[in-house]
């Protein structure tokens, strides 16, 4: 079955940390910049960072920068999202999306715009930030 799954979202303490996965199954990613976003409860979907193919390219979302990183590891067919220093406004639903390199998607990833037609979408993990 060809599919994202998400996983590592919980209910943590603001200041928390918490490392998220994003892991493919049914293709590889080799090929796929890969893009997180979240939706909070009542709120449009928005977009959290990206990153390439090859991993050398990235982008945040100004309220995460130097508080989020994105990383991947093709070995494994995943992509993480650690999380430090959280903040209740963090608290959302955690979706990631994948998309060919070769499409016109790379754009939209590169702008974190949550309004495309990405290949692939994940189901989505909670992360809850609250004392």
């Known amino acids: 079955q060809v599919q994202l799954v998400e996983s590592g979202g919980d209910l943590v303490q603001p200041g928390g940390s918490l490392n998220l996965s994003c892991t493919a199954s049914?293709?590889?990613?080799?090929?796929?910049?890969i893009g997180w976003f979240r939706q909070a409860s009542g709120k449009e979907r928005e977009g959290v960072a990206c990153?390439?193919?090859?991993?050398?390219?990235?982008k945040y979302a100004d309220p995460v920068k130097g508080r989020f990183t994105i990383s991947r590891d093709n070995a494994k067919n995943t992509v993480y999202l650690q999380m430090n220093d959280l903040k209740p406004d963090d608290t959302a639903v955690y979706y990631c999306?994948?998309?060919?390199?070769?499409?016109?998607?790379?754009?939209?990833?590169?702008?974190?715009?949550?309004?495309?037609?990405?290949?692939?979408w994940g189901q989505g993990t909670q992360v809850t930030v609250s004392s």
């Open positions: 990153i390439s193919h090859s991993g050398s390219t990235y």
């Open positions: 049914g293709f590889s990613l080799d090929d796929y910049g």
């Open positions: 999306a994948a998309d060919p390199m070769t499409r016109n998607g790379l754009g939209y990833l590169f702008r974190l715009d949550p309004s495309y037609a990405y290949a692939y």
